[in-house]
C-alpha cells in the first residue's frame, strides 16, 4: 500500500461519492449513517495494522478493498463503516445488486484445489511419509497461512 498522504488520495478517486457537492443529484448522494444499519451490518469490516504502512488500514471484502487508514484503530472503524454505508448507497442509487456478504454465506467446507502434477506429487509423498492423508496435510498448511499470526 502508498504511504499514507497517497493512499488518501487514492481513497478520494476510489469513492465516487461526494457529500458535500450540492451539484450532484439526491440519488447519488450518500445517505447519512443510520439509515439502514441492518443493511451494513452483515459486510466483515476488517481493520488491521501495516506494518510498511505503520499505521492502520481498513477494507470491507467483497465491497470494497483496502480504503482508509489512520493511527487509531477505532477511528478507521468508524471511517470505514461509514465507506461501507457509502457504497450500499451507490449500488442502490444505481440499482446494482449487492456482493454476498461473507458473514451471512454458508460454506460447505469443500472446495476444489488445482495444482501442478509436480507439486500434487510433493504433496502425496509428504503425506505418505507422515502416514497422513493429502487432506489432512493441505488442511493444516492452509490453515497456517491463514490463522492470525500465520503465514
Known amino acids: ?12 478517486k476510489q469513492n465516487p461519492v461526494d457529500r458535500v457537492d450540492p451539484s450532484l443529484p439526491l440519488e447519488r448522494r450518500a445517505r447519512p449513517l443510520g439509515r439502514s444499519p ?4 452483515p ?3 476488517i481493520v488491521e495494522w501495516s506494518p ?3 499505521c492502520f488500514v481498513g477494507s470491507a471484502p467483497p465491497l470494497v478493498g483496502r480504503c482508509c487508514h489512520g493511527d487509531r484503530e477505532e477511528e478507521v472503524f468508524a471511517e470505514l463503516s461509514q465507506i461501507v454505508e457509502e457504497w ?3 449500488h442502490a442509487a444505481d440499482s446494482k445488486a449487492l456482493p454476498a456478504a461473507v458473514s451471512t454465506k454458508r460454506y460447505s467446507g469443500k472446495f476444489q484445489l488445482r495444482l501442478t502434477p509436480d ?3 510433493l504433496l502425496a509423498l509428504r503425506a505418505a511419509m507422515s502416514r497422513r492423508s493429502i487432506n489432512d496435510l493441505a488442511v493444516e498448511a492452509i490453515e497456517r497461512a491463514v490463522a492470525p499470526g500465520g503465514g
Open 1 to 12: 500500500m502508498p504511504s499514507k498522504k497517497s493512499a488518501k488520495s487514492k481513497l478520494v
Open 38 to 41: 441492518g443493511q451494513a451490518r
Open 43 to 45: 459486510y466483515v469490516k
Open 52 to 54: 510498511e504502512d505503520d
Open 88 to 90: 450500499l448507497a451507490i
Open 119 to 121: 507439486l500434487h506429487r
